[in-house]
């Protein structure tokens, strides 16, 4: 059997960190129990085959965590998986429409100018993300939100945390 990269992390969470010698064994080990393992796509492996041999394998609609953390010309293949309950970027300037992915329950990561659709993830729930260049008001899906992180926000106001009536936990760092 191919080696695995696996990244401990807190509350048994996995990520897989694949290559293109490990996507077999990555995603079956994935497929066994995709809640707590995670597909991790570092800045090591920006490889473009990797990217679409992965969105063609046959278990990725096992994979309910994606970390991608650098930008690659096709990432954008991975906009179809509505299997993804949570994502994590790694970097500001990835473009990625959300407009698909229907079952996304959290959001993570640096957030991108260019991301577009994320108000169709209508099942959104967590959003925790550092450089937000908005206004509270302005994060979609706030009404539904229980979670919402802000890591440095050019925020200038609070106005419309009111409409985010379901927030349990609100976490804004300045510094």
């Known amino acids: ?40 796509l570092s800045r090591r492996n920006t490889d473009e085959n990797l990217v679409e041999r992965l969105s063609q394998h046959e278990k990725i609609t096992t994979v309910r965590r994606l970390n991608i953390m650098s930008s690659t010309e096709n990432i954008r293949l991975f906009e179809s998986l509505d299997c993804v309950e949570k994502i994590n970027f790694g970097e500001p300037n990835i473009k990625f429409d959300f407009s698909k992915l229907k079952n996304l329950k959290s959001i993570g990561g640096v957030w991108s100018k260019l991301w577009t659709s994320l108000d169709s993830c209508t099942a959104l729930q967590s959003v925790h993300v550092s450089k937000f260049p908005g206004q509270i008001q302005s994060i979609p899906n706030l009404s539904k939100l229980t979670r919402l992180v802000l890591i440095q926000p050019s925020l200038s106001t609070l106005t419309g945390l009111a409409h985010a009536a379901c927030l349990v936990e609100l976490d804004i760092s300045i510094a």
């Open 1 to 40: 059997m191919t080696a695995i990269s696996i990244i401990k992390g807190l509350n048994g969470l996995q990520q897989i960190e694949v290559d293109l010698e490990t996507i077999d064994a990555c995603m079956t080990y994935i497929a066994q129990d995709p809640s707590s393992r995670c597909l991790y």
